[in-house]
């Protein structure tokens, strides 16, 4: 395990990201922060979430969500009588 700073990391980077393939790099910020880097998978396989818009879409669509902007539908009926 490798404790740096903040500063040493921008300085280095590429060395840390190569160094994290292998070992643990934790950096330190201040006395009560800590922060580890190491490489990980691929988040996600569907390309669904590469592409900027749809993230966009879906933050929108939170949003609106939290602002009240949704309708609730009436499992009795149909999409079709909840949407008119």
Excluded: C
């Excluded at 800590?34 to 990980?40: A, D, P, V, W, Y």
């Excluded at 996600?44 to 009240?68: C, H, L, Q, R, Y």
Aim: glycine residues 4%.
């Amino acid at each position: 395990m490798i404790v740096i700073s903040p500063s040493e990391l921008r300085g280095n980077l590429k060395k840390y990201l190569d160094m994290a393939e292998k070992e643990r790099i934790v950096i330190q910020r201040g006395k009560k922060e800590t922060f580890e880097l190491r490489k990980t998978e691929l988040i996600s396989e569907d390309s669904f979430f590469d592409n900027p818009k749809n993230i966009e879409a879906i933050e929108e669509g939170i949003a609106d969500v939290k602002a009240g902007k949704y309708q609730t539908l009436d499992p009795n009926k149909s999409i079709w009588e909840n949407i008119s």
